[in-house]
DNA sequence: ATAATAATAGTAACCATTACTAATAGATAG
DNA sequence: CTATCTATTAGTAATGGTTACTATTATTAT
């Protein structure tokens, strides 16, 4: 049938779990180090098939290149723009917060929503002791 | 000094009143039909001068080319999924909202917000008819 | 006018991602 | 088992939006 448990799937998915947050070349680099001979296309290829069936997340960013997420939890990401670390947030007032807005979108536009995007970015509190 | 303003940033300015959140390459179209030279690049440069400067708003889209809009007021978008089209969505009871979330990802992150990018997809009255 | 320098047109390069294709590996059936 | 069928892969080519580059043109300052 059409679901056939690759090593390499394993693999993508073992590096989700050791990376934080990582891009597809991320995840590539840290594959190769114990099996050299993984394409980037299978990379590419199955991070959008496991995003696509909900069982990770796929996090845009516009400029730089997709990152992906093990969490496949709906939550929301804030970057920061000096050193490039991702932070989670979630929570219960968060989820209906979001909701509210899905509501009033959907009652001003008419658009019933089916999908958000969202990215945060700033400077983290690290970064602005520096 | 650095303005000079030109008449291809003129023509690009009337462009984007008369399209609808086009795209870079839908302002180029538009003004080639008057003014058949200008470059594809151009359009491009000055377009990202404008977003940067904050005279106009970037609407990043992922997977499809951004979209430009005449109006900078900071405002969401939500694009239907069947026909394209983009709505705008913007009220007091909105930006309200919208604070909410930058206060409790700083909170909870420790980051400190200065941009956001969001997006909103679903279908829209019109292509539910059908 | 002359010189200095923004900005442009045209084109090449970039780079993340997708598409393609021949080879591989794992399942299925006799 | 052996032959066959097919999902998946490795490797590479192509795509497409965007940026970079460069010689030329247009605008401003002297
Ligand atoms: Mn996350
Ligand atoms: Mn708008
Ligand atoms: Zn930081
Ligand atoms: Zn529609």
Redesign the pocket.
Known sequence: ?????????MMIENALKQLDHP???EVYEYIRES?P??????V???L?LMAEAGEILRIPSG????RFDINAHEHLHVTCTKCGKVFDAESEKLEDVLKKIDRFLQESTGVYIEERTMLFQGVCSNCRKQ
Do not use: H
């Not at 049938?1 to 799937?9: D, V």
């Open positions: 049938m059409s679901k056939r448990y690759s090593a390499q799937k891009t597809a070349s099996y001979n993984i394409s980037l296309g299978t590419y290829r199955n959008g400029d730089s290149p997709d």
